[in-house]
């Protein structure tokens, strides 16, 4: 099976006008006005959450306090929820807006889909101040939203970071174990290339100084179950949304949140090919860390990048050395022409990094806002001054006309790999090769007809109100080429549920009404 990939994204958000108003409230706005302008309906937007388990460990045990409310209000505060129709999930996660992205199959649809949330963020932000300007709330019992702000960034500058997080396919026959070990000198080194950069050490942020990465200082154990305390560089949620005898999620929560598209490809391409190579048996057990967790810290807040990481061994590399030997290694498994681009800009950026690092200011965040920090302080400004902090957040402002990041494009000083087109398609259409296409489709033609959803399944409705179960559990299945001449010639639900029965394209479960 092919290496399917994700995103989850819980963007920062604010009302510049009403600061004090609770970001659930209008991450909850967001969600439901995104679907209410767009005439989702009620239908459209439950979520299942029969098959959700959060808190099962890889490790074999389950810490599952309680058992979750199977369908949810769609609307309720806090957990509005919206399937879109590129396939991607759209809902409040805690105490801001997050984008799921659709499942993909390469690095290259991974950063364009990721990309896409960032669209999608923007029209909730335009349907938000639609409803506004005609004195509307979307939501019984508040009032109108006032206009929204939302940075695609991990800190809010008070202490707390939220996360950006990876997901890979693996093979259950892959020992867990030997994954961990091998990936968590990647993850400490990889900063490097993915860091988004901050202004402020520390948790609180509240030391003067800048660093390459915005999770770095939130990372306290090598392998953990949790994602919003002790959280770790390997994270052990055992929760795979597919066949679980057979396949797992790694859940990445070691990374940063990319406005850079170079930074984006390499994440997904990298970690990739990295998992490839495990797979395949390669031994990265030399690479092996002393002590791991104080390396992350190190390594973000080295800005020379000439720090040396200490080895089990007792030798030291530097992050350029054990990312270069990383590279070495899974050079052979470079095969698609996608892969291949990863490993020869893996190589370049390597490069650069090593003779100048601000050379890669028109590739990577944290070197192109290094770059926007240098310039204010050679005009006198010193680094803990407030206008710094601004900076970093306006970089991750996904707002064109208000993000430096998006400056820095229109100025030709940051490199894009896709067009904004590429990406705003991307935000109304799902991937052709995976599930999600499926997924996506049935949500975009009958909407009104599902009565709730989650990754493995969709609950359709009939219009003899019998209802089905349609199982999406294979990750490679109720593809276009699978299902796509059946889903573009079904007129109802009913010739959908009728063709998937005749073809035998997916398990149909009958139920009771909901």
Known sequence: MARFMGSETEYGISTPSAPF??????????????????????????WDYAQESPLRDTRGFDLRRYHQAPVV??????????????????????????YSSPEVTNAWDAMVYDAAGDHILMQAVSDVASFTSQNRSVLDGHDPCPALKIYK????????????????????????DVLAQALIPFFV????????????LGPQGDKPGFQ?????????????????????????????????????????IIGDANMSQTANFLKFGMTSLVLDAIEAGVDFSELKLKNAVSEVAKVSHDLSLTHQLRLADGS???????????????????????????????????????NDLLSTSHLLDWTAKLALIKSFEARGLSINDPKMYLIDLQYSDIDPQKSLYHALVSKGRMKTLCSAQDIADAAATPPQDSRAYFRGRVMDKFG?????????????????????????????????????ELV???????????????????????????
């Open 153 to 176: 960034n991990n800190v809010d500058g008070k202490g707390a970071s939220y996360g950006s997080h990876e997901n890979y396919l693996y093979s259950r026959e892959t020992d867990f």
């Open 212 to 252: 390459v990465s915005q999770r770095a200082d939130y990372i306290e154990q090598e392998i953990s179950l949790e994602t919003t305390l002790n959280r770790g560089i390997i994270n052990t949620r055992d929760e795979p949304h597919t066949d679980a005898d057979h396949w797992g999620r790694l859940h990445v």
């Open 316 to 354: 030291e590399l530097t992050a350029i050395d054990i990312l270069r030997r990383y590279l070495d290694k899974v050079q052979p498994f470079a095969e698609t022409p996608v892969e291949q681009r990863v490993t020869a800009l893996w190589g370049e950026v390597l490069g650069l990094l090593e």
């Open 189 to 200: 080194c990889r900063q490097v290339i993915i860091g988004a950069g901050r202004v402020g």
């Open 448 to 484: 009104e007809s599902v009565l709730a959803a989650n990754w493995e399944s969709l609950i359709v409705a009939t219009s003899s109100a019998k209802e089905y179960r349609v199982h999406t559990s294979g990750l490679d299945t109720l593809t276009r080429e699978e299902a796509g």
């Open 73 to 98: 209000d769609p609307h309720a505060i806090g957990v509005a929820n919206v399937f879109v129709p590129n396939g991607a999930r759209f809902y409040v996660d805690h105490a801001h807006p997050e």
């Open 488 to 514: 573009e010639k079904s007129a109802t639900i009913d010739e959908l549920i009728e063709g998937l029965e005749k073809e035998n394209l997916t398990p149909l479960t009958a139920i009771q009404a909901i």
């Open 21 to 46: 108003l609770s970001p659930i409230v209008t991450s909850t706005h967001a969600v439901v006005a995104y679907s209410t302008a767009r005439g989702f309906g009620e239908h459209r937007v439950r």
